[in-house]
């Protein structure tokens, strides 16, 4: 059995790694230089980001493929959709790496770890999408899951006691869910091969129908938790609460890609095998959508209901894969891609708006009248909400929803299309509702914020997303 | 009725049944081809377009001055002046006195075919031409009239667009086009009548003018529609094909009535003629824009343009005669009773605006529509004098009730021979311009009643026959208080005739008499151009009868000299009987005969603004505010129950929500087993 290797193709996968071996080396070389760590860190994501971008230029059917069996299958592939993926994750882990940089580099001698972690977890979910086979697929899940588990408990040695504990219990939260839907994974994966006889996920013949249906419903629990897709979710409003900011956005963000690209290497191989339409699925977006809003629409605190968001979001993202057609999976990276951007402008905007007050405040009351007192934090803010909530002026997360709706429109599965429309209007009430307390009358005054200073590579963050999203409401072709 | 009457003249004259409207026309001249240099656009394009970037200019440009918006104003309407005065020397070199042209490009709108194009013939251009001239005069005379107004500038950028917007009409080849010359000018009509918007008065006529046409206007839209429609084009010319290519069906009727009433609507014809003598509350320039050429004659034109399809359509030509016959007769009897003469002058451009409607009602295919392009214009030029000059005498005198404006020509003599001109106009006295338009109306409606006309034109040859008697002696009427001879006169004729000289104690008569004389003829000073173009309008109401002779119009009209002897016959006998009653009363002014309940009834219109309020107005609001109260407490009542109701399910699902890890597990697993088993059981 020969293998050819092309590691050069998984750049991507490999920088992260890579940068993530450096820093230790480095903690290891020179002491109590926390910048160089975080620029090395810096410098990897940017390298496999740069490695992938050539991916999404390539043609339809292309692919950069690496470990390849004699039989032609190839345990490593990434085509369009699985670069442009690639390309959100690592970029996405800079965003809040440059996000985290106030807090790490002052931290102490903790942070090469914590910068390890991130690129560990980044790297496991850029190779998530290009698996092609199940061990590949196992493995990249848990890379991309175990680091942010320490992430989320790992927080600031200076918060007090009560709070550090609250932390540990998010991040217990997350790991006991994480460990039952590994569990629940590799159950699926066995029942996988059992069912088809090879663990490749390319080229595989089902023998047993029903045995791969349960497998592709027990794989399909065990990734449903990483996307929070209700009943899966239970981890998502502990956890988001309770973790370090910075780390709260990498979950609602890098970690959704690589759930993601998961689901979409599992509908690829169930379209090769079978084009049953999967109802698990159409059932989980329908309930995540709609728990998920209805709860949001209640809450008061920004990162909670962006907690609850990122639920509701989640049904989106599934929402076309519950079609079997060939446009679904590409429906569901662009959707992904959309609310990754505005997602992260949010909590930019948010983890900015929560350092100015005193004690970190994330209250939605703490942002009240944000229009008048910092224009240029709240109107991005605005943005990336409308984004959300899919209304123009942010005609990027409008058109992210056509997309999303169209192969269930085209399905005709019009009991999922009508959920889905019900929805798009408590969406919208659950965003405007916050971006009527942003343009509100500002609050009583008791406490004006100590206008503590925004550092300028939090400016450029919110710059550069704020761009992205305004050209994408402009030009929407990659949505297209 | 004409039996007995007309032995004597008949005598006199040719054999009347070989006098034709041609023998009294210009002989058409052998006109050298003469070179017209093809120039860019059309003037057509260029009179439409002038106006209303002068309404934009003045709007934009004038900034705080009013001199400056004058001049923009006053530009403007020079330069469509004289782009349709070109137009009128361009379509004699047209091929067929005919010449099309686009405007912005055709629009692509699937099947229905939309050329937006733009056409002028030789009524179309001589209407035009007129418009551009009532306007131009109307533009002059508003400086002066509103020099001191603080709105003056978007007065004068209203009447612009007013003006764009009627010679959009006039020039429409489209539908399109068409309904939006149309309501443009129903919007600036709002506008101009509302100028003073502080007073409550001119803001309810305005209202009422904009809603009474704006409710005709349904019908207006959906008759174009249907038409457009069934054609597949909004091209009048070929919407004219088509449905003369299909010939009479319902479809073509209903099209047909709806448009007659939407015509009847902006022309105020009854019953909708109400809006028109409260339409008085705006400026004098505004009245006399809206009454002489533009808004009211609109209809006139789109019937024109219309023509052949009216024709053919008899319920729609019958009940635009009756329509039209009922406010020529009705309107001539309310002018003679109204206590103002501004109120007069509007009931008479009811009258007459009707009497355009009936021609075109009488009409038939063999005579055509000429003779009421020719009253359209020919009642332009009488009206708009009459307008300008008795808001010129409302200056001098204070108001324009008949008690006030009573020895109006004699104490300011500069008014008389204009004020004199205007109403011969108006009574159809020859050789003033509404004479011939008159005749050419009665010679339509009676070539139509002994021919193919019909009912219809029966109709309206007894109706116009009537209204040329009481037209005279509402005329009569203002003419004998206008020309009263003032107190001083009547006081310097009695101290002449005595041998007895009267002496009085405190002051020298004569003397007096002087200094007054001298005060009224400073009082009456008016700027020089307005005053030019009051001379201009003077000049065209005897002038004008000469474009009414001129070759171009259809001329296969036959004249009836014993019907027209009768109509001037019966003239002056109203007249003379009108001259009769006046005797005795103090201000000359024979309405005071009328018997004060019907002179009341009559001023307020016979009360047909109690009837819209009781059959539109009233319901109309109600249904609003019972549709209102359904969809506030009915429908919304769902839509925020919707809202708590979500709320509440939030909280509740917050609630139920684990907080801890071990139930989120237990979920999980559950989960698991319920997905599994909704797979096994819908495989």
Redesign the interface.
């Given at each position: 059995m020969s293998l050819e290797v092309h590691l050069l193709s998984t750049l991507p996968v490999l920088a992260p790694v890579v940068a993530a071996v450096l820093v230790l080396v480095l903690d290891a070389l020179v002491l109590g230089r926390r910048t160089v760590h975080l620029a090395t860190a810096a410098v990897g994501l940017l390298v496999g980001a740069g490695a992938a971008l050539p991916g999404v230029l390539l043609g339809a059917g292309d692919s950069v493929q690496a470990f390849c069996l004699a039989s032609g299958e190839c345990l490593y592939a990434a085509d369009r959709l699985v670069s442009a993926l690639q390309v959100a994750a690592l970029l996405g882990a800079l965003v809040v790496l440059v996000l985290a940089w106030p807090e790490w580099s002052a931290e102490g001698d903790r942070t090469p770890v914590v910068v390890a972690l991130l690129l560990g977890a980044t790297a496991g979910a850029a190779s998530v999408p290009a698996a092609g086979d199940l061990g590949t697929l196992l493995v990249s899940i848990e890379l991309a899951t175990l680091p942010t588990v320490v992430l989320v408990a790992l927080t600031d040695p200076r918060w007090a006691g009560e709070r550090r504990a609250r932390s540990v219990?998010g991040a217990?939260?997350l790991l006991?869910?994480s460990l039952?839907?590994f569990g629940?994974l590799a159950m699926g994966a066995a029942l996988w091969v059992a069912a088809t006889g090879t663990a490749l996920l390319g080229a595989p013949t089902a023998r047993e129908?029903?045995l791969l249906?349960?497998a592709?419903?027990?794989v399909?629990?065990g990734l449903a938790?990483k996307v929070s897709a209700v009943?899966?979710h239970?981890?998502t409003?502990?956890t988001y609460v309770t973790a370090p900011l910075p780390i709260t956005a990498y979950l609602a963000t890098v970690s959704k890609v690589a759930a993601l690209g998961a689901l979409v290497v599992l509908v690829r191989a169930l379209g090769a095998v079978d084009d049953?339409t999967l109802?698990?699925v159409a059932?989980?977006a329908a309930l995540s959508m709609t728990?998920g809003n209805?709860?949001?629409?209640?809450?008061t605190d920004a990162v909670r209901l962006l907690a609850w968001s990122t639920v509701a979001q989640a049904g989106w993202v599934l929402l076309p894969l519950a079609s079997l057609s060939s446009r679904a999976v590409h429906a569901a990276g662009s959707y992904l891609l959309v609310y990754i951007a505005g997602t992260l402008l949010a909590f930019v905007v948010v983890v900015a708006v929560a350092r100015a007050t005193r004690g970190g405040d994330t209250s939605l009351e703490a942002q009240r009248g944000l229009v008048r007192s910092r224009p240029l934090l709240a109107l991005p803010l605005g943005l990336a909400l409308l984004t959300l909530a899919g209304l123009p002026p942010a005609v990027v997360g409008l058109v992210a929803k056509v997309v999303a709706l169209r192969p269930v429109v085209g399905d005709g599965t019009w009991w999922l299309a009508v959920v889905a429309a019900v929805n798009v209007a408590?969406g919208i009430?659950v965003y405007v509702r916050w971006l009527a307390v942003l343009l509100g009358p500002t609050g009583s005054g008791a406490e004006v914020a100590p206008q503590r200073h925004t550092p300028v590579a939090v400016w450029g963050l919110v710059a550069t997303l704020s761009a992205l999203l305004v050209v994408g409401s402009i030009v929407p072709v990659g949505v297209l | 009725m004409s039996a007995e009457l007309t032995t004597a003249p008949s005598a006199l004259l040719p054999d009347p049944d070989e006098l034709s409207w041609a023998d009294v026309q210009l002989p058409s001249l052998p006109l050298p081809t003469l070179p017209v240099p093809d120039l860019w656009g059309t003037p057509a394009q260029w009179a439409v377009l002038l106006s209303v970037l002068a309404a934009l200019a003045g709007i934009t440009l004038s900034g705080r001055s009013n001199r400056l918006a004058a001049w923009i104003g006053v530009g403007g309407a020079l330069a469509t002046w004289a782009a349709t005065v070109w137009q009128l020397y361009a379509v004699t070199a047209a091929p067929g006195g005919r010449r099309a042209s686009g405007t912005i490009g055709a629009l692509p709108l699937g099947e229905l075919d939309v050329p937006l194009g733009l056409v002028a013939t030789w009524p179309l251009a001589l209407i035009a031409a007129t418009v551009a001239t009532v306007a131009t005069v109307v533009q002059v005379y508003a400086r002066w009239y509103l020099w001191y107004d603080p709105r003056y500038r978007t007065f004068a950028a209203t009447v612009s667009l007013f003006t764009a917007a009627m010679l959009l009409t006039v020039h429409a080849d489209d539908v399109l086009l068409l309904i939006v010359g149309w309501e443009v000018m129903g919007w600036c009509s709002y506008l101009l009548i509302g100028h003073h918007s502080t007073k409550r008065a001119a803001r309810r006529a305005a209202a009422k003018a904009l809603l009474v046409t704006r409710t005709a206007d349904i019908g207006f839209v959906l008759g174009l529609v249907m038409l457009a429609g069934g054609a597949g084009t909004t091209s009048l010319t070929r919407i004219v094909e088509h449905w003369v290519a299909v010939g009479q069906g319902p479809g073509l009727v209903v099209a047909m009535v709806l448009l007659v009433l939407g015509v009847a609507g902006k022309s105020a014809t009854f019953p909708f003629q109400d809006w028109l003598p409260d339409a008085m509350e705006g400026p004098t320039p505004a009245s006399a824009l809206i009454h002489a050429a533009t808004m009211v004659a609109a209809g006139t034109v789109v019937l024109t343009h219309l023509f052949p399809l009216l024709a053919i359509t008899g319920p729609a030509r019958l009940l635009l005669a009756v329509l039209a016959s009922v406010t020529v007769l009705g309107a001539a009897l309310l002018a003679f009773a109204q206590g103002d003469i501004k109120r007069l002058l509007a009931w008479s451009t009811v009258s007459q605006v009707a009497l355009m409607l009936a021609a075109l009602a009488a009409a038939t295919p063999e005579s055509g529509p000429d003779a009421a392009a020719q009253h359209l214009i020919a009642h332009a030029w009488f009206k708009a004098l009459l307008f300008l000059t008795v808001g010129w005498l409302g200056v001098l005198v204070g108001g324009t009730a008949m008690t006030l404006v009573a020895s109006g020509a004699r104490r300011y003599r500069v008014l008389r021979r204009r004020l004199a001109w205007g109403l011969l106009g108006l009574a159809g006295v020859p050789p003033f311009v509404g004479f011939f338009s008159k005749e050419l109306i009665l010679g339509t409606a009676e070539a139509g009643a002994v021919s193919s006309g019909g009912v219809a034109s029966v109709i309206v040859l007894s109706s116009v026959g009537a209204a040329a008697p009481l037209t005279a002696a509402y005329c009569m009427r203002a003419w004998l208080v206008l020309d009263r001879p003032t107190e001083a006169e009547v006081h310097a004729a009695t101290y002449h005739q005595g041998e007895i000289e009267r002496i009085d104690d405190f002051f020298d008569e004569p003397a007096v008499l002087h200094e007054a004389e001298g005060l009224e003829r400073a009082e009456s000073a008016i700027s020089s151009s307005a005053r030019l173009g009051t001379t201009v309008l003077t000049l065209m109401t005897l002038l004008g009868s000469v474009v009414a002779a001129l070759p171009v119009w259809r001329n296969d009209i036959h004249l009836n000299v014993q019907l027209l002897v009768v109509t001037l016959l019966l003239m002056v006998v109203a007249a003379a009987a009108v001259a009769l009653a006046a005797r005795g009363v103090r201000t000359r002014d024979a309405g005071a005969r009328v018997p004060a309940a019907l002179s009341i009834a009559a001023e307020r219109g016979l009360g047909f603004d109690y009837a819209y309020r009781l059959v539109v107005a009233t319901p109309v609001v109600a249904l609003a505010e019972a549709l209102t109260w359904f969809d506030r407490e009915v429908l919304d009542a769902w839509v925020r129950a919707g809202?708590v109701g979500?709320?509440l399910?939030?909280?509740t699902?917050?609630w139920l929500?684990?907080?801890?890890?071990?139930?989120?597990?237990a979920?999980?697993?559950?989960?698991?087993l319920v997905?599994?088993a909704?797979?096994?059981v819908?495989?």
């Open positions: 219990e217990v939260a006991t869910t039952v839907s629940l129908p029903v249906l349960l592709s419903v027990f399909l629990a938790f009943p899966f239970a981890w409003p502990i049953t109802l698990a059932l989980l728990v209805i709860v949001a629409l209640v809450q408590i009430a | 809202g979500t709320r399910l939030g909280r699902a917050q929500t684990p907080r801890r890890a071990t139930p989120a597990m979920l999980v697993l559950g989960a698991v997905l599994a909704v797979g096994v819908t495989r």
